[in-house]
């Protein structure tokens, strides 16, 4: 969720509930040239890269990785992970992104091996539809520290 | 600049030169739906507002709004910059924007004076006119720092 999507959407609120909030900053991504959606993508850390080691992650970035036991990994897990994520970048020009809340670390390895294949309309889809997995899956997460502090 | 912008002509990568950079930059947010460019708008703080007595600028912003003697405000100045600041914001559904750097306080606040008496389709585009000045000379800066260190 960068900043200019939730600022795009900002003057259609009051929002009539989460999922609302989530389809107008869906059709805001939708709505942006390729470039735009490219760069939606760029604006996600490699999954266990340079930003997890240095522990420059958001918060909730570090909370879904290490759910997905994305902190525990061999030293082998993490020399595939790295080089996949490297190979993936190189051949779409976008980070590989996946919504780790919903993948276990092999499911995420797994994953990569088998997106790295794909073509690069399909990356952006893909990678674009699990930018929206992840933001619905944080937008509840907002609602739900919002309540239990009311 | 918001992280977005720059990761969307990140592909376009080596720029020749910092006008081409700000020439890919300016295209991508001329491309975004009016929304969007509502959100970059949005993605900056007010003149002399809440961030600023705060202390939540980024340098780059604390250093333009401090040149523009911004910091050194009588209480009867802040405050007509306060009320300005709201009703421009109140109107038009984004704040004001101005190239401080290229602006002195009193042509700031006669600037606020005159802007909001306007149209919101002019503000639109006037507000992110000034956003490519400010975007353009950040982007010197960026390129200078980087000279002083070679």
Redesign the interface.
């Known amino acids: 969720m960068?900043?200019?999507?939730?600022?795009?959407?900002?003057?259609?609120r009051p929002f009539d509930g989460i999922d609302k909030l989530y389809f107008a900053m869906s059709e805001?991504i939708d709505?942006?040239?390729t470039?735009?959606r490219?760069?939606?993508l760029?604006?996600h850390p490699d999954l266990a890269g340079r930003h997890a080691k240095t522990n420059e992650l958001t918060a909730e970035s570090k909370q879904e990785q290490a759910k997905a036991g994305l902190g525990n990994l061999t030293e082998q897990e993490a020399s595939i992970i790295d080089s996949l994520n490297q190979s993936y970048r190189a051949k779409f020009?976008?980070p590989f992104v996946i919504c780790a809340r919903e993948n276990k670390k092999d499911a995420i390895i797994s994953g990569l091996k088998r997106r790295v294949e794909n073509d690069k309309e399909t990356e952006l889809r893909t990678g674009i539809q699990e930018v929206k997995k992840i933001m619905l899956l944080r937008l509840k997460d907002l609602m739900e520290d919002r309540e239990s502090k009311l």
């Not at 960068?2 to 259609?12: D, E, N, Y």
């Open positions: 960068t900043p200019l999507c939730a600022a795009s959407v900002s003057s259609m805001f709505a942006l040239p470039c735009g490219e760069g939606i760029r604006c020009g976008f």
